[in-house]
């Protein structure tokens, strides 16, 4: 079964979001404070989340600021790919590049459908199995409505000018000079879909098409802020290789032949 974790301070939207969620046959962890959730994610609780709904604005803390807090503390390592969608009421595109950049894998503004909602979170699955199936056969039947439940396929492996790259679907593992990147589910999408084409040019556009089922064109500069991030993430392997191509008012390619 989904389970999905939604912090929420409003009663009348937690409740929206659990009947809808509920149709689907998901189950529901509803926290309304910013204090219990590093808590929870530390308990055995934790340990079949599909995906965790955070609301920017909490009585307590600050949704965006929590949202790093669980994609960088070591002991919940486990979860640190987990999808992450925002909701916010505020309507500052400011707010929103900002939780993108801060691990978010998509937001929803309010006031929103919970089926949106819904749609969004399977778009999310869907993606990532799509990328864990690319040039090789799945080993069972994909079930899109249940991610924890897919055996995916075999591991990928990518030859370019910068080296050797491997990637294992089952555990979202990238790893480039036998070394494993740490990287957020959004800089992990972009990185495989450049060395889906290592030779090919990707605006910004295109490679938001590429990790987003609903991709706002006006937030199409946030994919410079990831590029920044992954890059610094490759200078800690090996800084004397400049890895990904900026190829200026076009877009970026990585270490073409």
């Not at 591991?155 to 050797?164: R, V, Y």
Request: aromatic share 6%; glycine share 4%; with cysteine.
């Amino acid at each position: 079964m989904i389970h999905i974790l939604l912090v929420e301070d409003d009663p009348a939207i937690a409740m929206s979001l659990k009947v809808t969620c509920k149709r689907e046959g998901w189950q529901i962890t509803w926290l309304d404070n910013a204090s219990s959730v590093l808590p929870m994610l530390h308990s055995e609780a934790a340990s079949d989340l599909s995906a965790i709904i955070l609301d920017v604005g909490l009585p307590d803390g600050d949704g965006l600021s929590l949202c790093q807090q669980i994609r960088h503390t070591p002991d919940i390592d486990a979860l640190k790919d987990i999808p992450i969608v925002f909701l916010t009421a505020r309507s500052d595109e400011v707010d929103r590049i900002l939780g993108l950049e801060m691990g978010g894998d998509d937001y929803c503004a309010k006031p929103f459908s919970p089926r949106e909602l819904v749609a969004r979170l399977k778009a999310i699955w869907r993606r990532e199995q799509l990328l864990s199936q690319q040039s090789s056969a799945p080993t069972t039947s994909i079930d899109n409505d249940n991610p924890s439940n897919n055996m995916t396929g075999q591991a990928l492996t990518f030859e370019c000018q910068s080296g050797i790259w491997h990637y294992q679907p089952l555990n979202y593992s990238l790893m480039w000079q036998e070394q494993k990147l740490e990287l957020s589910n959004t800089e992990r999408k972009i990185l495989l879909t450049l060395l889906q084409a290592p030779n090919q040019v990707f605006s910004r556009e295109q490679l938001l098409n590429a990790v987003s089922d609903y991709p706002d064109h006006r937030l199409a500069r946030t994919i410079d802020s990831h590029i920044k991030s992954i890059r610094k993430q490759l200078a800690t392997v090996d800084a004397s290789i400049d890895v990904i191509h900026t190829h200026r008012g076009l877009g970026y390619a990585l270490c073409p032949a």
